[in-house]
């Protein structure tokens, strides 16, 4: 069986020294985003060869887990029916389709798959929303990925490959930040800790909390996301640290 390379394996043949010259800006981010494809090797500035050797060699079989995990899934979810799954996670069964709001988009999932084209990890983390089948009503408290329980030890991956690339962003432009955010149905909020406060339902019950501050002289942009306490109801704290991920992506239109 081919073993499914996770970012820490990637992370023991970087560095490790958080030099901060990559995007990422730490390695533990960096192996995240490298496996997410978001980086290239090229862009840490200390790797040596033999590492780079190393990394190509642990990837050049490594299988198509994501594609296995969601026919694995797909196949699950189908087999019982899209009614008994769908119940109280926001999705709706109709005509033997399921429809759910993912991002600001309603995503329509058939018998035979998705009937839109859609990035494998969208596709995947829909899936597995499902799955999980939370239940429940959302708290209205909000709470830092960091508090979730085993949310601390994957705390600097959600920093560094969703708000610190968030912060970038909206560094860049202030305005186009906000329209694609909008358009993936942020919704302006008040009463936080900055006038740009937005809430997204990346699921139906998965809303994100996104405050951005812009940068001044002194200090750049800064970016916090949120989630409301009952998140891991929902999906589990590896699954939400790639739900960020996959906000910045859309965010991004890639
Ligand atoms: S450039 Fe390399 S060593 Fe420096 S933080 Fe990024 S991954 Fe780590």
Known sequence: MTKIIQPLDI??????SNCGRCPAGSCMAFAVQFLRRMVPLSECRE????????????LSDPGDWKERRFKELFDEISAGGFSSVARDTGAVVDCDLLKIVYMGREIVLGRTGFKDALDIMD???ILMYIKQAGSGGLSGKWAAFRDFKDGLIRSESFHGACEIPLAKMF???????????TALGAEKVKG????HSYVIYALPKLPLLVLLWPGDEEFGADCKILLDSTATVFLDVEALLYLGMALVRNIKGD
């Open 11 to 16: 992370y023991k043949k970087l560095p490790r």
């Open 47 to 58: 790797i040596d060869e033999h590492s780079k050797l190393a990394i190509e060699e642990m």
């Open 123 to 125: 596709r995947l983390l």
């Open 171 to 181: 560094e860049r432009s202030r305005e186009g930040t906000i329209k694609r955010l």
């Open 192 to 195: 936080y800790a900055t006038e």
